[in-house]
């Protein structure tokens, strides 16, 4: 099985008191001024997996450690979630296996899985060999890191995956190839945390950094955050032109899992410019795609939205059929985000069609779901509003 949450957590507890050059001695002294003092020989249990952190030190070690208290409750969270559901058998693994099995579980979905490799293998990236891609040991323990902290932002942990991404970017430890990727991670966290500015000042650098290295196997990433920054702002004709850039640069290097994400962003901006069979062209062809490949996650969001021109064009039950299967795969996936999306969608269907029972069952899941939803996620705000206007009808 994947390590345990105690043990990796402490680990990750030892890694930011070393990052702060920081003794257990002087953690137990600089907690002194602290309600909740921390004892050098509980901290050295915490940090070897002999002992639960007691949530009540979190306060304590993240001024200690000068780490915002909800990356370390983020990381927290992560690591007993793994507990809960169980995950892969990592051990006896190396780190380009685990490297390796973590890249094609975020790819089709498997958010939690991929978490489980990722993050295990951060401790092998640092005694493995390296591998021929890494300039050197650091490059290779900083991009181990990183792609733990890509794993947790796709988990919805967007605070914990900053931090982490931050003090990466601060080392300097990437060389060109690497670098605009780093960039690029930063402007996600920031978009995903509303913070459209940081975002799109990150976007920007990453975009000039790569296209000057030109380096091509990664170009695609850096123009399809750029693009999705500008849909938020509701440019649709511009976000349409740089996810198309984006599409032709994952052709290019053979990427046909992303291509089909830039070809339903694609679709998605056809459909905010009211052109609905451009939209239906390029998510049918998304769609196709993603079949071919199995990518679950992908698929349901071609499928909602499918429905949503659907619904446009007159046929509710097509849409709802859609959408319908799209929750299903979400459920599978165990992807919160995209059940979101996709209950949503039926949630404002019900609720056009007046139906009480439905719409308030559904009303309830999507309540449940929406703590730890990305700041940037359209159907959060727009489930909102609707509550709103619901509650002002009855008022």
Known sequence: MAESSTKAFGRYLKTLRERRGLSLDDVASLSQTFPEKINKGYLSRCENGHQKLAFSKVIALSRIFEVPADVLVERMELDLELDRVGGPETEGMSYAELHEAGKTALKKGRFIEAYAFLRDGIQKAGSDPVKKSFKDAAEQDAMARMSCGTAARALGRHRFALHEFLYLESTGAFGPKFYPIILERISNCHRSLGNLNAADRYADESISKAETYGDREFIGYVYYSKAHIMLLRSQFKAAAEMYQKAYQ??????????????????????????????????????????????????????????????????RPLQAKKRWKEAVTIAKRIKDRELRFKAEFVLYRRALKERNHAVSRAICRRLTRLAPGMPADTHELNAFKQLLAEENIASS
């Open 249 to 314: 640069a994952h052709k290019e290097v053979g990427n046909l899992v992303d291509c089909a994400l830039a070809l339903n962003s694609l679709a998605q901006c056809y459909f905010d410019l009211g052109r609905y069979s451009g939209a239906r062209r390029a998510a049918e062809a998304s769609q196709k795609i993603t079949k071919a490949q199995g990518r679950q996650r992908s698929q349901a969001l071609s499928l909602v939205l499918l429905g949503e021109i659907d619904e446009i064009e007159n």
